[in-house]
C-alpha cells in the first residue's frame, strides 16, 4: 500500500487548489483510506493508524476546512469538496459495477442499499 506524502514543506504555504483539484485529490484521499483499512498497522512508520494517516491529507488539500466566524464566534465546519470527492469515487464505482454486470446504475444503487439494510440488522 502505498500512503502519498504529507506535503509537509517546512512552513512554507502550499499553493490553494482550484474546486475541481480539491474534489479529484479528496477523491483519491477516499480511495487511500478504503486501502488503508486493509493495511498493517505495525508495517506503518511511527506507529501511526493508516487510515488516519491517509485521512489526514484531507486537511492538507482544503477539503474539510474549521473557520471560525468572527462575528458570532461559532466555528464552521466545510465539507463540501469531501462530500465532493466522495461523490466522484462512489458515481464511479456503481458505474464500474453496472457496467460489469450489464445493468443500470440504478439496479446497483438499490443493491447497495438492500446489502446496508442488511447489514444494519
Do not use: K
Request: contains cysteine.
Amino acid at each position: 500500500m502505498a500512503i502519498p506524502p504529507t506535503g509537509d514543506d517546512g512552513g512554507v504555504d502550499e499553493p490553494v487548489l482550484d474546486p475541481e483539484e480539491r474534489l479529484r485529490r479528496a477523491g483519491h484521499v477516499i480511495l487511500d483510506g478504503v486501502v488503508a483499512a486493509e493495511a498493517d498497522p505495525d508495517l506503518v512508520p511511527c506507529g501511526t493508524n493508516p487510515v488516519e494517516l491517509a485521512f489526514g491529507h484531507l486537511l492538507e488539500i482544503g477539503a474539510v476546512e474549521l473557520m471560525m466566524d468572527d462575528e458570532s464566534e461559532e466555528l464552521e465546519l466545510d465539507i463540501s469538496p469531501l462530500m465532493g470527492g466522495v461523490m466522484l469515487v462512489v458515481r464511479r464505482l456503481v458505474a464500474e459495477l453496472a457496467a460489469r454486470d450489464g445493468v443500470d446504475p440504478e439496479t446497483v444503487v438499490m443493491s447497495v442499499r438492500a446489502a446496508i439494510d442488511q447489514a444494519a440488522g
